[in-house]
């Protein structure tokens, strides 16, 4: 149950975890829907949550977890890269040993028939 005054980080954890928050907002206009949601949050009491910064935690979330810029762009409907990288700029991206990339991406890959053999890879200096 959702109390009046809760942290909004409270609130959050209390939700589902999928589906819309408000599932109303799916049926008003496109041009409505954050007007809406200002006036349900602030109902709620939810303070500093717009509409628009769930875009903004989207491409962060995409960038974090190495979502490829370039689909997270088309995603987001962004025409450009500048304003792409805007939106992901509070992403917390943790760059790996590049031997742990190396098995992730080895891992990937499907196992190879045992009657093709594996070819050796040239060494560039």
């Not at 589902?16 to 709620?44: H, I, M, N």
Request: contains cysteine; glycine residues 4%.
């Amino acid at each position: 149950m959702l109390h009046f005054g809760e942290d909004t980080e409270d609130i959050l954890r209390k939700l589902l975890s999928s589906g819309p928050l408000f599932p109303y907002l799916c049926t008003v206009r496109a041009g409505d829907r954050a007007t809406e949601f200002k006036q349900r949050c602030e109902g709620l009491k939810i303070k500093k949550v717009t509409l628009h910064s769930y875009r903004y935690a989207w491409a962060a979330r995409a960038k974090t977890d190495g979502y490829p810029e370039r689909f997270a762009q088309e995603a987001l409907g962004h025409n450009s890269k500048a304003v792409h990288r805007a939106y992901a700029r509070k992403a917390k991206v943790m760059l790996p040993p590049l031997e742990d990339y190396e098995r992730k991406i080895i891992n990937l890959h499907l196992p190879r028939p045992q009657n093709i053999p594996e070819v050796a890879s040239a060494v560039v200096a």
